[in-house]
């Protein structure tokens, strides 16, 4: 037996023993999330949290975080090119993107592009698995991320900075300054990831017998952040949050032969809240600005291209009150306007309204249930009433039963519904039932979740080709997803040594009703697992992921399929203890430089190095 494959069976029995990841795993201190209904309505769901200290062991972008920390299978286009996630079986545009409440998934393609985000620009990210349409809108099937900014009010002056510098001249710049008293709170940014992108794909050659490596695949992704928060009494509080980014990025080629693109997209989010408390009476009053934007030039010698833009508007007012000491309940009124206009697919607006009743209850301690219904007004569509219920019982401190029903859809996106050369102006939403059962099992420093959960989705939109050759969009399929997700955690030290342990399961079936197909780019298996090991200044991690194969075709065709991978990344580092922290810290990620593509013909490194230093003053 080699080292290598020894070491992975050790490290396997291991995770069979411990490994985890939910936020009893990863919770190393308190944290105030900015969105307060995901914390107040989420006790019959499974609740991911990950915060900085999970998010400092990862790349900076968010799909290597994800990736390796959550049950979120990604899609990518190579390295740092654009990357999109199946969520239970689900399509990319059915996980939604929630930034400190707002849903930021695009108005244009409905779907978030996670290498466009930076995961160290916010507090803490958490992935809420299951249908959120009720509170959070369109695209929530199957699950929910939420990037969170949580602003102090306590005296505090902190500044952090993070330099990063790898192989394929991978740059990585992340500054975050908070000053806060009792009445004002500040978080001042700034990111900057970028690479040349331009690693050698193993085992690969060209006819010449040449070898191949990624052409054209440089990258630069900047974002900058200022948030501020300001107490005008013990009642009354206003916060205001802005984030504008921009990502300049090549497309990697297929083929050497083939025309060099390049992709640059941009957005603006501006987001007022004002937080009033008033004893059984609470107000919660959001309106933002979000504006996105791409240029795609086909020939990036020439200066000729496409483009999208959308402009959105929303006002959310939540009031709630607490009608008993074990009742409460919120009503929510949202407007959103959006204006999209693009060569692609014209000049449109779109205007939705939607109410929404919240109530919880806790009948006693251990025992809590939630319901939720909302319906939306617009005259693009017609949109169901949905609806959510759910109920956590705690039987003694070893176990805890969540139960949880909803209807969730999705609307057609700018795209689909005006897409030059194909759009659908008479689309229906999707919509969908679900159901799910958690089991949290907790002993000691033990922990482990099992999910199961099933999916009915109608009117699943997809595009398909037509008579004529051209792509559009239709209400097709209908759609059974079902399954189950494990979550493992463990933690325990030993005098002055320190372990964790976190470990991921997802088993998925997403099958077309009619054909009875597994839905292609959807893996049956994913498995994730880590082990952190410190003692004193000095501490240690590996990270596995495993992804099973994905067809590449509807007819499920065997010989069309993006083969099993596994990768491991490896890191140390070690903390000077200067200023308030000077850490050094060396990876090597892929350390087994195996061959993966997460799509075809699109190979990810090998073996690759990065090198970090992290100041806290």
Not at 541 to 547: K, V
Request: hydrophobic share 30%; proline share 2%; net charge positive.
């Amino acid at each position: 037996m080699t080292l290598k494959k020894l070491f992975a069976l050790c490290f396997l029995l291991l995770c069979q023993i411990t490994v985890a990841q939910s936020d009893s795993i990863t919770k190393l201190k308190t944290v105030v999330v900015s969105d307060a209904n995901l914390k107040k309505y989420s006790n019959s769901q499974s609740v991911l949290k990950l915060n900085d200290s999970v998010i400092g062991k990862n790349e900076a972008l968010l799909t290597d975080l994800l990736n390796f920390n959550s049950t979120i299978y990604f899609k990518e286009y190579g390295r740092g090119m654009l990357s999109t996630v199946a969520f239970r079986g689900t399509t990319s545009s059915q996980t939604a993107v929630i930034w400190n409440g707002i849903n930021i998934n695009s108005q244009m393609n409905g779907s978030t592009d996670f290498n466009t985000i930076s995961g160290s620009d916010y507090n803490s990210i958490s992935v809420k698995a299951g249908g959120g349409s009720v509170i959070y809108g369109s695209g929530a099937v199957g699950g929910t991320v939420h990037l969170n900014t949580d602003l102090a009010f306590y005296n505090k002056f902190e500044n952090s900075l993070r330099l990063d510098y790898g192989s394929f001249n991978t740059i990585g710049i992340n500054y975050k300054t908070n000053i806060s008293n009792k009445k004002w709170s500040t978080q001042i940014g700034f990111s900057k990831n970028s690479s040349t992108n331009d690693y050698k794909y193993l085992n690969q050659y060209n006819w010449k017998g040449e070898q191949r490596w990624n052409q054209n695949g440089q990258y630069d992704v900047i974002t900058l952040s200022a948030n501020a928060g300001y107490k005008i009494d013990a009642k009354n509080s206003l916060k205001l949050y802005t984030q504008t980014s921009n990502t300049d990025r090549n497309t990697s080629l297929v083929s050497e032969s083939e025309t060099k693109s390049k992709y640059v997209n941009g957005f603006n989010r501006n987001l007022l809240e004002y937080d009033g408390d008033f004893g059984r009476f609470k107000t919660n009053f959001k309106t933002a600005y979000i504006f996105e934007n791409y240029k795609y030039y086909a020939d990036n010698s020439s200066n000729i291209y496409t483009y999208g833009k959308t402009e959105s508007l929303t006002t959310k007012t939540d009031l709630g009150y607490q009608l008993l000491e074990s009742l409460q309940v919120n009503g929510i009124l949202d407007y959103n306007r959006t204006k999209g206009y693009g060569s692609g697919f014209g000049d449109n607006v779109r205007e939705i309204s939607s109410a929404a009743l919240l109530i919880k209850q806790e009948v006693s301690p251990n025992w809590k249930n939630e319901f939720g219904v909302r319906k939306e007004f617009t005259d693009n569509y017609k949109s169901p009433v949905l609806f959510s219920a759910g109920s956590s019982y705690q039987f003694g401190k070893l176990y805890n039963l969540k139960l949880n029903v909803s209807r969730n859809f999705r609307i057609p996106t700018f795209n689909d519904l005006y897409w030059e050369q194909g759009g659908n102006p008479n689309l229906k939403p999707e919509s969908s039932y679900q159901a799910e059962i958690g089991n949290v099992f907790t002993i000691q420093n033990f922990s482990l979740t099992q999910t199961f959960y099933y999916i009915k989705i109608k009117d699943l939109l997809q595009w398909v080709p037509g008579a004529n050759g051209i792509w559009s969009p239709q209400n097709t399929d209908k759609v059974n997803s079902y399954g189950a997700e494990t979550l493992l955690s463990w933690k325990k030290s030993f005098g002055k040594n320190n372990l964790t342990a976190n470990a991921t399961y997802a088993y998925s079936i997403s099958e077309n009703v009619e054909t009875k197909k597994q839905l292609f780019f959807v893996p049956f298996h994913k498995v994730t697992a880590a082990i952190a090991y410190s003692r004193n200044n000095l501490s240690a991690h590996y990270q596995f992921l495993y992804n099973g194969f994905v067809y590449t075709q509807a007819d499920n065709d065997p010989e069309k399929i993006v083969s099993a991978y596994t990768v491991s990344n490896i890191g140390v580092d070690y903390d000077f203890k200067f200023l308030s922290s000077f850490k050094v810290g060396f990876q090597v990620l892929n350390v087994w430089n195996t061959f993966y593509q997460s799509l075809e013909y699109r190979p990810m490194p090998g073996r690759n190095y990065n090198l970090y230093l992290n100041f806290k003053f």
